[in-house]
């Protein structure tokens, strides 16, 4: 029997449809994807460049725990450059992908019973890793209305002897708002000057920023975690790099867990990365400004379906929108869109009880594809 951990975390249903649309595609039904966050351009060239050098040049063996000294010091550098914080390269941590970071983060965070507080809704796997580690996670919701930001008040109340971390994501999955800089200080000074709890900023989606700017906790307070990493700025999902900035006192305990559990990351993709922040800011912007006429032309065709959209999403690459006037059970509603309109959404309630009767459109597809899919939605609701 499998254990009791494997057993209760649930799905992550956004890849449920995913693979029910993969099902129908093999039948060959044409499928319009727009529930993965998954960049459509291919990797920029010299970052490729530099991961086939890297090959050639025998980058094929483990690295230092921690990651090569010279891709820390290059995020280092980023850091300082866009933000204009300060970081020691023995305070980051290179790994395959966000995903194991954020498992290390909290396999050296929490202990069993500890809280960590998540906006409602939220990316669907937070819970799931705060569960994993023993922890629990306090849920506060956020409204369409104030463009699902936290009240920093809301957030006080909340917070208890047990509170270990405090969790942001700006810009945003599944909503693509931004946090504005006086809300995350204000986070910011919920923390301890010297922890718990601590605050936990996921920045993965940094550089897909429309109007406005992101920022980084780090520009409010050094006793915070950092999560990032090249998957959706840079167009490298199958490559998994990502890094943790952590404060100092635990990239020993963390740099032990990426020993025993994962050793390092990839060695050519590490040199590939260097090349992703330091050559291609031009390939960068050019997507950048693609993913800004998408953005424009799906939530003008979501209002004009009728599809609620209070405030605009600035950020990443999803609209996070209100069907609450067609149904309640968003998981129903966008398996009845797939098989019936063929076009893959994300259900709201994959990202906490708040979210329900909500679907996500990721526009991290061509033009033509989200106008597609649009109108095949558009004839689903006048059939309906």
């Not at 990202?351 to 939605?377: K, Q, T």
Request: negative net charge; contains cysteine; aromatic residues 10%.
């Amino acid at each position: 029997m499998a254990s009791k951990r494997t057993e209760e975390i649930s799905s992550f249903i956004v890849m449920d449809v995913l693979e029910k649309a993969h099902e129908m595609a093999r039948k060959g039904i044409d499928v319009i994807h727009l529930e993965v966050g998954e960049p459509d351009f291919d990797t920029p060239d010299r970052i490729k460049a530099a991961a086939i050098t890297a090959l050639e040049d025998g980058y094929t063996h483990y690295t230092h725990s921690l990651g090569l000294l010279e891709l820390r010091e290059a995020i280092a550098a980023h850091y300082g450059g866009t933000y204009g914080v300060a970081v020691d390269p023995g305070r980051i941590i290179i790994f395959s992908g966000t995903s194991p970071a954020m498992m290390s983060l909290f396999s050296a965070l929490l202990e069993t019973g500890d809280e960590v507080i998540i906006s409602d809704p939220h990316y669907a796997c937070y819970p799931n890793f705060i569960s994993f580690f023993g922890g629990q996670p306090v849920t506060i919701p956020v409204s369409e209305e104030n463009g699902f930001q936290y009240h920093p008040e809301d957030i006080e109340k909340r917070i208890t002897e047990r509170t270990k971390g405090i969790f942001i994501n700006s810009p945003s999955n599944p909503t693509g708002n931004l946090l504005s800089a006086g809300r995350m200080a204000s986070i910011a000074a919920l923390a301890s000057a010297e922890g718990p709890p601590y605050t936990i900023s996921d920045e993965i989606y940094h550089g897909l920023v429309y109007e406005g700017a992101a920022h980084s906790i780090l520009e409010f307070t050094d006793n915070a975690f950092v999560l990032n990493g090249f998957s959706k700025l840079h167009a490298m999902t199958g490559l998994r790099l990502g890094y943790l900035i952590a404060p100092e006192a635990f990239i020993r305990p963390i740099q032990k867990v990426q020993q025993n559990f994962f050793i390092c990351a990839n060695a050519m993709i590490q040199k590939a990365g260097i090349a992703a922040l330091q050559e291609v800011d031009d390939d960068l912007e050019a997507m950048r400004i693609t993913y800004n006429t998408r953005r424009k032309f799906i939530i003008r065709r979501i209002r004009e379906l009728g599809f609620g959209l209070t405030v605009e999403p600035t950020g990443a690459f999803y609209v996070f929108a209100n069907a609450k006037h067609l149904s309640h059970d968003s998981y129903r509603l966008a398996f009845d869109i797939l098989e019936k309109a063929h076009v893959g959404v994300t259900p709201g309630i994959d990202f906490g009880r708040n979210g329900e009767g909500y679907l996500r459109f990721s526009y991290a597809n061509s033009l033509e594809n989200i106008a597609e899919g649009m109108d095949r939605i558009e004839r689903y609701l006048d059939r309906r």
